[in-house]
């Protein structure tokens, strides 16, 4: 499940995942994904990735690689700072061996310190 969160500083988009992401619920997140990104100016996320994340579904690798990859060409400049907020040991691991791949700044957070991820996006 995707879904976006309220209560970030202005400027940053918030987005949790949980379970078990398929590619049916990326294809429903799309229009929100959408609405996000026609602000213009720079691009702020945090990510939060529970504890209950179990990966992709059925077709989830190939629309969030649809969506990601779509938001990257046509906005690539305008990331700023994006911050993973997780608890979970492969998805640090990972994010740290991939990050140079972003543009911007990425940061990961222990699910504890969502409040300074969100300080910390917004700086």
């Known amino acids: 499940m995707i879904e976006v969160l309220s209560g970030m500083p202005e400027g940053v988009t918030g987005i949790r995942v949980s379970g078990r992401v398929s590619g049916d619920d990326l294809t429903a997140f799309k229009p929100a994904m959408d609405d996000l990104m026609k602000v ?30 779509g938001t990257l060409f046509t906005r690539h400049g305008d990331f700023k700072r994006v911050a993973v907020v997780s608890d979970k040991e492969w998805v640090v691991h990972t994010i740290h061996a991939v990050g140079w791949l972003m543009p911007g700044d990425v940061a990961v957070f222990g699910l504890g310190e969502l409040e300074q991820a969100k300080q910390w996006a917004a700086g």
């Open 40 to 69: 213009g100016g720079d691009i702020r996320i945090v990510e939060v990735i529970d504890s209950d994340y179990q990966g992709f579904g059925p077709g989830g690798l190939v629309e969030d690689l649809k969506l990601g990859l």
